[in-house]
Nanobody, 124 residues
Framework: QLQLVESGGGLVQPGGSLRLSCAAS????????IGWFRQAPGKEREGVSC????????VYSDSVKGRFTISRDNAKNTVYLQMNSLKPEDTAVYYC?????????????????WGQGTQVTVSS
């Protein structure tokens, strides 16, 4: 059974950091592009970052560029999202998703498998 499990969410003060993990089971991530998405209360889900499987190229939304870093460790079958300088507007449920093929996109409709999400709350 193909499964993605996110972890690492929690409550953090503004300016703090968190690292989210997305662990895959039932399949190897080597041949999948991975995206991170988030959904804040009352808002639509939006793309945060993605990483391709072919060359590890990355894309970031303008709202997180320079603060978030996506990376993958194929040996651990895990993708990470390092989040620094967190702001209250980063509060959301964060989801990782996998897309068969090499090229990652920021469009959720392109993704085949989704995790259950992890809550990130940025508040003082």
């Amino acid at each position: 059974q193909l499964q993605l499990v996110e972890s690492g969410g929690g409550l953090v003060q503004p300016g703090g950091s968190l690292r989210l993990s997305c662990a895959a089971s039932g399949f190897t991530l080597d041949y999948y592009a991975i995206g991170w998405f988030r959904q804040a209360p009352g808002k639509e889900r939006e793309g945060v970052s993605c990483i391709s499987s072919s060359d590890g190229s990355t894309v970031y939304s303008d709202s997180v560029k320079g603060r978030f870093t996506i990376s993958r460790d194929n040996a651990k079958n895990t993708v990470y999202l390092q989040m620094n300088s967190l702001k209250p507007e980063d509060t959301a449920v964060y989801y990782c998703a996998a897309r068969g093929g090499y090229i990652a996109t920021m469009s959720e409709k392109d993704y085949d498998y989704w995790g259950q999400g992890t809550q990130v709350t940025v508040s003082s």
